[in-house]
Every structure is written in structure tokens, then in C-alpha cells.
């Protein structure tokens, strides 16, 4: 073969790698909007968190969102794409602006240093703001809010906190 030749064959062998790496399909993602609400009532200052779930076949990034005054939020992925990935996900909701103090009972897991033991520590864990809802939502493992299904397309996914939830 000669040089010319293979210098040919070299340049479309980079061509047609360069050109296969740049057809690969794109992650389809579904637009997802809808309401937060706790006990029926919308929940604003909360992050909405859609998390893939690997364990039922669901691959990509998390998707995020704020809720509004209305407790409307829509879905962004981390790198600003509009929706979550096709597929199941666990959902966590984060309260950003928690309930007032003392809110709840103090327990042992309250504490890093466990236990309250002085009447110090026990006045100060009272100030500990709570949240408004149970803190399984926050929880990737414990959130009751699995198996929610993300479709191509538009779609309204709301969502609906519980205060006590069924055990």
C-alpha cells in the first residue's frame, strides 16, 4: 500500500470514528411540572428531588426544582436541561424553611452527643428548628415517594406529603 493510500485510509478511519462518537443517542428526558402539597395544602420553600433509581433500571442525573408560592415546581436536571430522564425515580422533598422550635419530640438521635443530659442541653436541643413535614421525604433510602415514573413528553407528576405516615 502505498503512502499516499494510507495516509488516505488513515484520515477516513479518524473521520468515520469522530462521526460514530458524535451519533450517539442522547438520555430521553420527560418535562415534568406539578404541585407539592402537605395534607392537601400547597407547600411552598421546598427542593424537589427526582432521583434516578438504578436498582429498577433507571440510569442519568437527578433532577431539581424549587416549589413556588403555589407549591408549582418543574423539573432540571444539574446541568440545566428541562425534565427528569425516562423512568422510575425516588423523589425527596427538602424543607428549606422548617417549622418553628421545639416543634416534635426530642429523642436521643437528635443530639449528635446522644442523649440530652443537662437542663442546658435539653433547653438548647428545643431550639433545633423542625421540620414540616417527616424527615423520611428528605431521605433517598426511606422516602415513600418511590416508583414514581417519569414518561416521554410533558406531564404534571403533584405530589402529596403526608404529616403522619402509615407504618
Given at each position: 500500500m502505498s503512502r499516499g493510500r494510507r495516509a488516505s485510509s488513515l484520515i477516513v478511519l479518524v473521520l468515520v470514528s469522530?462521526?460514530?462518537?458524535?451519533?450517539?443517542?442522547?438520555?430521553?428526558?420527560?418535562?415534568?411540572?406539578?404541585?407539592?402539597?402537605?395534607?392537601?395544602?400547597p407547600l411552598t420553600n421546598v427542593e424537589v428531588v427526582f432521583l434516578p433509581d438504578p436498582e429498577k433500571g433507571t440510569k442519568g442525573r437527578r433532577s431539581v426544582a424549587l416549589a413556588d408560592?403555589?407549591?408549582?415546581?418543574?423539573?432540571?436536571?444539574?446541568?440545566?436541561?428541562?425534565?427528569?430522564?425516562?423512568g422510575v425515580h425516588r423523589v425527596c422533598v427538602n424543607d428549606l424553611l422548617p417549622g418553628p422550635p421545639g416543634v416534635g419530640p426530642v429523642t436521643p438521635a437528635d443530639s449528635a452527643e446522644g442523649p440530652v443530659g443537662t437542663k442546658d442541653e435539653a433547653k438548647e436541643s428545643h431550639n433545633v428548628k423542625r421540620s414540616r413535614f417527616p424527615p423520611d421525604y428528605s431521605s433517598a433510602i426511606a422516602t415513600p415517594l418511590r416508583d414514581v415514573e417519569v414518561k416521554e413528553g410533558q406531564q404534571t407528576i403533584n405530589l402529596d406529603l403526608k404529616r403522619q405516615l402509615a407504618r
Open positions: 469522530g462521526l460514530g462518537a458524535g451519533c450517539q443517542r442522547q438520555q430521553v428526558y420527560g418535562v415534568v411540572e406539578g404541585v407539592v402539597t402537605l395534607d392537601g395544602q408560592i403555589d407549591g408549582r415546581y418543574r423539573l432540571a436536571s444539574d446541568t440545566g436541561r428541562p425534565g427528569a430522564p425516562v
